[in-house]
């Protein structure tokens, strides 16, 4: 049997969620992106990248967490570092919106096994426990994962803003469907970051 790590007060206190009224939550940034379509969705991708490094590193000096939910790839046994460091290594776009979207220290990860953050993964809880009302969501792709994400949250009661320049699609057109629907029907702010 292991032997249980020894966590002193100090460890217990730095690691315990922190109230945020507004959490960044960062959908699929790390990836591989190895499935049909990706070379299209790459090109709108990188720059949606850049405004979200932005984006975080203003958040952060306000206090604001950061929650990177993320698919696993059907890799029950993964470790989110793993990824992000498997996706670093990767040539092009890939490996540079990993390295420019890496988490800190004390962002928070969530594996999600479908599209949308909230489905059978503990992000409402983590929310709830961080008094958060206000959800910045943003990633890949528009018009699917950000899409049921922001849909998720309209549905707990969030107030919910979805930057439009901080997200990709494969397709302009169904990225700009998949925002008028966000704002139209979930009361979203589209506005840019």
């Known amino acids: 049997m292991a032997a249980t790590p020894a966590f002193g007060k100090a460890e217990i206190q730095a690691a315990a969620l922190k109230p945020s009224a507004t959490a960044l939550v960062l959908v699929d940034f790390i990836n591989p992106m190895r499935f049909p379509g990706a070379n299209a969705l790459l090109r709108g991708a990188l720059e949606a990248a850049h405004a979200t490094a932005r984006l975080k590193r203003r958040l952060s000096a306000q206090g604001a967490v950061a929650i990177y939910a993320n698919d696993n790839y059907g890799i029950w046994r993964s470790d989110f570092k793993d990824l992000v460091k498997a996706c670093q290594a990767l040539p092009g776009a890939r490996g540079e919106i990993a390295t420019l979207l890496a988490p800190g220290d004390g962002d928070l990860t969530v594996l999600k096994p479908l599209h949308s953050a909230f489905h059978s993964t503990p992000l409402d809880h983590l929310l709830r426990q ?20 922001a849909m998720d949250a309209y549905m707990r009661g969030f107030k919910v803003w979805v930057p439009a320049n901080c997200t990709a699609a494969e397709h302009e057109p169904h990225k700009q469907a998949a925002l008028h629907q966000m704002s139209r029907v979930l009361k979203c702010s589209i506005r840019k970051a």
């Not at 008094?131 to 528009?142: E, N, R, S, Y």
């Open 130 to 149: 961080m008094q958060t009302q206000q959800l910045i969501v943003v990633g890949l792709a528009a018009d699917m994962c950000v899409h049921l994400t």
